[in-house]
């Protein structure tokens, strides 16, 4: 990092707090600090439920899992056009009418306070720590470029976004969230240019991607039907469905986006732009991991991605380490031959010498990938760290040690901005529960608006704190991204069901909606630890079993009762 | 259509029948984008 990427850091920060607090203004009143009064433009509204979904872990962790596994997360969205749709059609005309500040608000109109209660503890729950997690993230990298503790690193980051989120409230969350997208897609936009110029001369994107395809990093669809395969067509489209159906219309960070829309066919439009634009930005995303990857051929990667764990390997057996090394790069070169050659071959007619360049690379990529396989091995034991995995830090490092001067800074910068505009959603909307469903309900019913904005701005102060405690813990779990996912399979599937039954089923009455979630939080949790299905079709299993227990518990009530 | 005419339009209530041919739109768009990127990944992988 050199003054000039330090600069541009140091001056995206200032005007992201700046531009927050000054939105403090028009959020005195509860209609204004949690749903600027319901006066937002659906652009704006739709460039926010972008941003909050895609956090830095889609920067950075989808980059390296592009990198490491290919194109095969892509499919995961397959399902998400489709669950805007249903939303659309289904809960934002009833959420929006009802005139409600949380999801979970309309559960007491439509069953009973403790169904509400329930619920919005589930979500602060799972949330609470899901945006931990999101803190952590970022912070990785930072802590690698700036060489600061990990601590330090999330309390910077998880602080900043606590502040312009404390004053300003959700007009604040959406306004930054608008701006943050544009300078995330500038910094990708400028990443994919400069790594398509950095190919050798004689490879061009095609030839790249010829070797990507070669590889396996291009597949997009798997239709094998395997429930303990993490990524396929069957997990896109069904499981991930029943997930972005929880997650856009149950979870409170979401939904308090479209409760900020002008009217109901606002709220719709700012869905429907979310559905048209998210595959092909993950498409985006996912072929700067690939490209990277294509990079990688012709110049030596690090053998290790994580800098630290890699120093602190070699500092314990620098012997060992350093043989490890020297091979690899043997190895490193004997691909890149391989990998020039197979480029070479593309170009010719002669299909016998194409089929052999196609095996010599694919023979080396082998040889190559074992080789690194033994050099993370090498880290766990000798730094006894079982859980060691440095696909976050693909993306980070690339970065580096290839972008030039100011670029770093811009990079850092979109980073930081991906991170905060979901951190930020998601603070506020944990604020918005604890202040409506708990303290406004159950503690202070005739409050003042200056005491539930104010109850809100504390509450925002004190997740803040409560996620980077978390955050702390989250650094070290593997592949982030997936992390998240898990916490909230644990939860979304169920309160999905509760959902189904207010909205789809007349006759499910509130002892059913109440008993229906604990079962399927249950069966989850029997299913995670008793089976081998992947996370994804957790949601399934929870909606399903919510819905199904709850329609038979509510047979049980008297059909005229609530 | 400049952007005022544009707020007014969206702001209205619409009727359902319009807004289920959006729906059908963007289910089929997205299909074809599933099918674009399967021969994409067929294309390069071959």
């Not at chain 1, 979401?254 to 993950?282: D, E, W």
Request: aromatic share 14%.
């Amino acid at each position: 990092m050199q003054f000039l990427d330090w600069a541009i850091v140091a001056a995206y920060l200032a005007y992201v707090i700046w531009d927050g607090i000054r939105m403090t203004k028009g959020s005195d009143n509860v209609e204004g600090f949690f749903l600027a009064n319901r006066n937002l433009p659906w652009w704006a509204v739709g460039l926010s439920v972008m941003a909050t979904q895609m956090s830095a872990i889609t920067l950075v962790g989808t980059t390296g899992q592009a990198y490491s596994d290919g194109m095969r997360f892509l499919q995961f969205y397959y399902a998400l056009p489709f669950a805007m749709i249903i939303l659309c059609i289904t809960v934002v005309p009833f959420f929006y009418r009802a005139k409600v500040f949380t999801a979970y608000e309309y559960l007491e109109k439509r069953f009973d306070v403790k169904t509400r209660t329930l619920t919005s503890l589930f979500f602060l729950l799972s949330r609470g720590l899901g945006v931990g997690v999101i803190i952590a993230a970022p912070a990785v990298i930072l802590s690698i470029v700036l060489g600061w503790s990990e601590i330090a690193t999330i309390f910077a980051i998880g602080l900043t976004t606590t502040i312009y989120t404390m004053f300003g409230g959700v007009q604040a969350v959406t306004w930054t969230d608008v701006k943050q997208m544009v300078l995330i897609f500038v910094g990708l936009g400028v990443v994919l240019f400069i790594i398509l110029t950095s190919f050798p001369a004689d490879v061009s994107l095609t030839d790249g991607l010829y070797l990507a395809g070669a590889s396996g990093k291009l597949t997009t669809i798997d239709t094998s039907f395997d429930l303990k395969e993490k990524y396929t067509i069957w997990s896109g489209l069904f499981a991930a469905l029943f997930l972005f159906l929880s997650y856009f219309g149950c979870d409170q960070s979401q939904v308090q986006r479209f409760l900020t829309a002008k009217s109901v066919a606002q709220g719709r439009t700012s869905l429907l732009m979310s559905a048209f634009l998210k595959i092909p930005m993950q498409f985006l995303i996912l072929l700067i991991g690939v490209l990277v990857f294509v990079f990688y051929q012709f110049n030596a990667p690090p053998m290790i991605f994580n800098d630290v764990e890699a120093k602190k390997a070699a500092a314990t057996r620098s012997v060992d380490y350093g043989a490890l090394e020297g091979n690899y790069k043997q190895i490193h070169e004997q691909r890149k031959t391989a990998a020039v050659e197979f480029v070479r071959a593309q170009k010719e007619t002669d299909k016998a010498a194409l089929d052999a360049a196609r095996d010599g690379y694919l023979k080396a990529n082998k040889e190559f990938l074992a080789v690194r396989k033994e050099a993370t091995e090498f880290v766990k034991t000798t730094n006894k760290n079982s859980s060691f995995n440095d696909v976050n830090y693909v993306f980070p490092m690339f970065v580096i040690q290839n972008m030039p001067m100011g670029i770093i800074g811009l990079i850092i910068a979109a980073i930081f901005a991906a991170a905060m505009s979901s951190i930020s959603s998601e603070l506020n909307a944990l604020a918005t529960a604890s202040t409506i469903d708990f303290y406004r309900r159950h503690f202070n019913k005739e409050g003042t608006d200056k005491q539930f904005v104010m109850f809100g701005r504390i509450a925002t102060f004190i997740w803040g704190i409560f996620a980077c405690i978390v955050a702390i813990y989250a650094t070290n779990l593997g592949s982030l991204i997936e992390v998240v996912n898990k916490f909230g399979s644990f939860f979304y599937g169920s309160l999905l069901g509760v959902f189904v039954l207010a909205i789809g089923v007349k006759r499910a009455r509130a002892r059913g909606a109440f008993f229906g979630l604990l079962f399927g939080i249950a069966s989850v949790w029997i299913a995670s630890n008793y089976t081998d299905i992947e996370f994804l079709w957790f949601n399934v299993v929870g909606c399903v079993v919510t819905v199904a227990a709850g329609y038979l518990i509510s047979l049980t009530v008297p059909e005229d009762s609530k | 259509m400049n952007k005022e005419e544009s707020e007014v339009k969206i702001d209205k209530e619409l009727p359902d029948s319009w807004w289920y041919r959006v729906y059908a739109a963007v289910a089929v768009t997205t299909v074809i984008v599933i099918a674009l990127l399967w021969a994409f990944s067929q294309y390069f992988s071959s």
